[in-house]
Structure formats: structure tokens, C-alpha cells
T-cell receptor, first 117, second 111 residues
């Protein structure tokens, strides 16, 4: 079955640590996205990638980094520079994108919940 | 900038009831997304529509482009429909354009 796999589902981070969230898709989609969800708020875009070896900042990129070395993979690193990293992180993909706006249906993973200890 | 408002914020229904969730936006768009976030957190795309109506099983989505309004209907609701329903609309603005997500409508269907 085609879809998006995120891991780990739960992650705990100590102060000063970098952590990496994995996102893998087998939908053959060019565009991939990382969103952050906080209680009572809509999803916010962290980073997006329109094609392999390319990625762009979203609205809240500070303290985060990404890579897109393979079409299937778009890992997100939450660095120690992110002052408030406790949140639910969702990875998504779509067939295409017009800048930061998906031009097709969005497919999401199950999410990763990060908690800072 | 496009603004999106969903109503109601919370909705409790009895099994079998007809459900309507509303989404209004402020700037004309090309397409609108309806998403379902289940209790575990994962999100599933329900509809992407640009005009008229779409139906999938017991779910129906409509959009009125002139009034900048969309509705999601659930017929014969069931406890497994309990989830947060989110609408999302594009906010055009060149390189700063984005998909704007509503805060969601939390639906609870009681048996």
C-alpha cells in the first residue's frame, strides 16, 4: 500500500539535543512538506521540498533543518536552537506544488509527537 | 491574506444524526481541502474540491465559490466518525503563498 511513514511516533528530547524525525513516502510524489501542530492552532509549514535536492523554508523554519537527498525521504531535524520544540509534527506529500501550495491532494503520515524533558 | 473560519468548534451528535460542518474563507481560491484527523493524530484527506459537490460514501462536500463557503456533511453518523475535521485553503502571495489550515471542528458521535 502506498503511503507516508513517519518515525518515531513518540520522541523525548533533552535540552541542547538535536533530534531527527523520519519521513518516507512510496507514492512517487515530488513535493513533500513538514507541518507543526500546536494545541488549538492550525497546522503551520516548517519546510517544503518541490523536488529532490531542493527545499525551501516555510513560515516557521527557525531552529529546524531538512534534507532531500532521495525522492522518497524528507527527514526533519529539530535543533537545539528551536526554543519551543514540544509539538506534534506531520509530514505530507502531494503530486505537485505551486510554491508552498500543494496542487493536488495531500497525503499525511501518522505524525511524530516530540516532548522536551 | 486569506482567513479561514470553521464552525462549530465542537460538535456532539447521536449515532445516526446528519452532521454539517462549515468552513468560510475571505479570499477567492482555486480549491479547498477537507481533512480528517483521527484521535491518534494522523490526517487523511477527504476531499479536494474547486466547485459544486463531491460525495464519497456517507460524506458529502459542497463549495459555493461566490459566497466563499464550504460545508462537509456526514449522513447517518457513526461513532467511528468521531474525529477532528479540518478545512484548508490556499493563501496566494507569490513566494510567500501558503496553505492555511482551519483550527478544526471536533466531532464526537455517541452510540
Amino acid at each position: 500500500d502506498g503511503g507516508i511513514t513517519q518515525s518515531p511516533k513518540y520522541l523525548f528530547r533533552k535540552e541542547g539535543q538535536n533530534v531527527t524525525l523520519s519521513c518516507e513516502q512510496n507514492l512517487n510524489h515530488d513535493a513533500m512538506y513538514w507541518y507543526r501542530q500546536d494545541p488549538g492552532q492550525g497546522l503551520r509549514l516548517i519546510y517544503y521540498s518541490q523536488i529532490v535536492n531542493d527545499f525551501q523554508k516555510g513560515d516557521i523554519a527557525e531552529g529546524y533543518s531538512v534534507s532531500r537527498e532521495k525522492k522518497e525521504s524528507f527527514p526533519l531535524t529539530v535543533t537545539s536552537a528551536q526554543k519551543n520544540p514540544t509539538a506534534f509534527y506531520l509530514c505530507a506529500s502531494s503530486q505537485g506544488t505551486s510554491g508552498r501550495i500543494p496542487t493536488g491532494e495531500l497525503f499525511f503520515g501518522e505524525g511524530s509527537r516530540l516532548t522536551v524533558l | 491574506k486569506n482567513e479561514v473560519e470553521q464552525s462549530p468548534q465542537n460538535l456532539t451528535a447521536q449515532e445516526g444524526e446528519f452532521i454539517t460542518i462549515n468552513c468560510s474563507y475571505s479570499v477567492g481560491i482555486s480549491a479547498l481541502h477537507w481533512l480528517q484527523q483521527h484521535p491518534g493524530g494522523g490526517i487523511v484527506s477527504l476531499f479536494m474540491l474547486s466547485s459544486g459537490k463531491k460525495k464519497h460514501g456517507r460524506l458529502i462536500a459542497t463549495i459555493n465559490i461566490q459566497e466563499k463557503h464550504s460545508s462537509l456533511h456526514i449522513t447517518a453518523s457513526h461513532p467511528r466518525d468521531s474525529a477532528v475535521y479540518i478545512c484548508a485553503v490556499p493563501n496566494y502571495g507569490g513566494s510567500q503563498g501558503n496553505l492555511i489550515f482551519g483550527k478544526g471542528t471536533k466531532l464526537s458521535v455517541k452510540p
